[in-house]
């Protein structure tokens, strides 16, 4: 088990800008999450949250459960109070069965992170166009 500690993560600017993830806490339902305070605004900060459920004795289900949120929420300043004017976000969700072996677990991991690094899908979310 990791502790919880700041999760350090670079933009898509063009001179890429590392943002730091400071730990909020762990809540009683064990999401661990953590905020990027660099915004000026408390109602800007960035967020990530992080949840993994182990399987339950006796259930159906043997699979381990994760889900990850990235959060980027939009200020307008225009009036003089910041406002959130809306929440950019993405989430992915991993189902682990018990039996799945580490290279399974890496190869998930690694597969899912070449496919957002790919030309189809970096165009789909920066670019909004559809695959034809």
Not at 22 to 44: E, F, L, M, T
Not at 47 to 64: K, T
């Amino acid at each position: 088990m990791s502790a919880i500690g700041n999760i350090v993560i670079n933009d898509g600017a063009a001179t890429p800008v590392a943002h730091t993830f400071s730990p909020v806490g762990i809540n009683a339902a064990n999401v661990a999450s953590w905020k990027d305070r660099s915004p000026a605004y408390p109602v800007g900060y960035n967020s990530l949250s992080l949840l993994l459920r182990e399987p339950v004795n006796g259930s159906a289900s043997r699979n381990y459960k994760m889900s990850l949120k990235l959060v980027l929420p939009t200020i307008d300043t225009s009036t003089g109070t910041p406002v959130k004017v809306y929440d950019a976000f993405a989430s992915a969700e991993f189902v682990i069965p018990e039996q799945a072996t580490l290279q399974n677990r890496k190869d998930l991991l690694a597969l899912l992170k070449n496919a957002l690094a790919n030309a189809a899908i970096t165009a789909a979310v920066q670019d909004l166009e559809n695959v034809y």
